[in-house]
T-cell receptor
Framework: NAGVTQTPKFQVLKTGQSMTLQCAQDMNHNSMYWYRQDPGMGLRLIYYSASEGTTDKGEVPNGYNVSRLNKREFSLRLESAAPSQTSVYFC???????????????FGQGTRLTVV | AQKITQTQPGMFVQEKEAVTLDCTYDTSDQSYGLFWYKQPSSGEMIFLIYQGSYDEQNATEGRYSLNFQKARKSANLVISASQLGDSAMYFCAMSTFSNDYKLSFGAGTTVTVRA
């Protein structure tokens, strides 16, 4: 089972360039997430999608856009990259939100993005 | 709003000993879940253990147990019989009903197991 697959694993961008991080899950999960991880700050939620066709802002959405293309795929786009967006990005999915009657979140391998 | 606090940035533990990682949380919700994840140096996020707010017994998974004290709003992770492979960053996380069960993370604790 592939679980959650995100691409690319590494990326270097110049300030002002754009890129899209791709994420796909094969677990038939409704909920998908994008997080960024910075040293000393844990993981912070960028955007969230509770189901196909819906998206919601998380804690740090500025500078990002998302698309829930279908139930499997949830992409994250940086329209004009800035050095402050240098981070490790994780995509995750879960069965029904994450809660007492939901599944835990399953994570992709992460994308290490550097903006110079 | 909900908040997760992990006050121990780094810890050292001797192999075969037990270690407790602290996690406190803040929420006004009655319905919530508490999770622990492990992140080794390779970077992947590995789910370890889960505790629901309505669960009366502490969760256990192999060498991992969650010491859930609801009144104190704490959900400490206990790793028994530490192994060298337990060296990693550990994150406490919470999901709440009012936040649509989105997962919020603490800053993490780095554990280093010494031989």
């Amino acid at each position: 089972n592939a679980g959650v697959t995100q691409t690319p694993k590494f990326q270097v961008l110049k300030t002002g360039q754009s890129m899209t991080l791709q994420c796909a899950q094969d677990m038939n999960h409704n909920s998908m997430y994008w997080y960024r991880q910075d040293p000393g700050m844990g993981l912070r939620l960028i955007y969230y999608s509770a189901s196909e066709g819906t998206t919601d802002k998380g804690e740090v959405p500025n500078g990002y856009n998302v698309s829930r293309l279908n139930k499997r795929e949830f992409s994250l786009r940086l329209e004009s990259a800035a050095p402050s967006q240098t981070s490790v990005y994780f995509c995750a999915s879960s069965g029904r939100g994450v809660g007492p009657w939901g599944t835990e979140a399953f994570f992709g391998q992460g994308t290490r993005l550097t903006v110079v | 709003a909900q908040k997760i606090t992990q006050t121990q940035p780094g810890m050292f533990v001797q192999e075969k000993e037990a270690v407790t990682l602290d996690c406190t949380y803040d929420t006004s919700d009655q319905s919530y879940g508490l999770f622990w994840y492990k992140q080794p140096s390779s970077g992947e996020m590995i789910f370890l253990i889960y505790q629901g707010s309505y669960d009366e017994q502490n969760a256990t998974e192999g060498r991992y147990s969650l010491n859930f004290q609801k009144a104190r709003k704490s959900a400490n992770l206990v790793i028994s019989a530490s192994q060298l492979g337990d060296s990693a960053m550990y994150f406490c996380a919470m999901s709440t009903f009012s936040n649509d069960y989105k997962l919020s993370f603490g800053a993490g604790t780095t554990v280093t197991v010494r031989a």
